[in-house]
């Protein structure tokens, strides 16, 4: 782990157990920190924080304040720590409803949103291949979650693309997003696990050769995310092919 990220991840789990006292049942590290080729340029930091009731208005507050003093102490990393915090319950019956949970993530401001079903995939991945900062294994306070279940969840993620990749039409980098996760989306409906995009790109460039070249390019795109000096609209389609052959290669189909 790069120095930079671990002191991150080392003032949450300093922080946390005393900011939240009682409230706090468990710290878990998630992502491309673990599971391998982690990007200090363009990668995120994923840790999810695990308490004994939901986050009310006053615990809100809190932790703002504490996101805002992270943000100021390690700039670099600023919009590129994603926190999310859920409760015992929501977790337990994350499959029977949706319950609210809040989230700090790139691009958003801290919220708080319904989860349910929605979120299997991230359980599912934090359930067996997470890194305990804090607290229980992770296996002891997230249900059961089959591999079918996790599968037919990418798959379902992967027909909502169908949709999504439209909001890439003027972000090179988005493209890149949308083409590197179809990668990881098809190595993890064929194998039941989660790994990094990287990974999956080398993978899907064995399994997919005709679209080889495009993932190649992606990769390129993702690490050239700060050149403005290029046609974005230009190499859309080539998002729009990947979200296609990859949905065909599901079996899933679109009106």
């Not at 949706?98 to 929605?118: Q, T, Y």
Request: with cysteine.
């Amino acid at each position: 782990m790069p120095a930079s990220a671990q002191s991150v991840v080392t003032t949450v789990m300093q922080t946390l157990p005393i900011l939240l006292d009682d409230t706090l049942v468990g710290i878990y590290l998630f992502g491309s920190l673990v599971w391998g080729d982690f990007d200090e340029d363009t990668s995120d930091i994923d840790i999810l924080v695990v308490l004994h009731h939901d986050v009310d208005d006053v615990l809100f507050t809190t932790l703002n304040t504490f996101h805002d003093e992270l943000a100021l102490q390690y700039p670099y990393w600023a919009g590129r720590i994603e926190l999310v915090y859920i409760s015992l319950d929501a977790l337990d019956s994350f499959k029977e409803k949706r319950s609210p949970i809040a989230v700090m993530s790139p691009g958003e401001p801290f919220n708080i949103k319904d989860a349910g079903l929605d979120w299997l995939i991230n359980w599912y991945t934090i359930r067996d291949q997470s890194q305990v900062l804090y607290g229980p294994n992770p296996a002891t306070i997230i249900p059961l979650i089959t591999r079918d279940e996790f599968t037919d969840a990418v798959r379902m993620q992967v027909d909502e693309w169908g949709d999504w990749v439209a909001h890439a039409r003027e972000s090179r980098p988005s493209q890149a997003y949308t083409i590197l996760t179809m990668c990881r989306a098809l190595y993890a409906w064929q194998a039941g696990v989660q790994t990094s995009k990287r990974q999956a790109a080398e993978w899907a460039m064995q399994a997919l050769p005709e679209q080889a070249q495009i993932i190649a390019d992606a990769l390129e795109w993702r690490r050239d995310h700060r050149n403005n000096d290029i046609n974005h609209a230009a190499t859309y389609r080539f998002a729009v092919e990947m979200v296609r052959v990859v949905s065909d290669k599901m079996g899933i189909v679109r009106e």
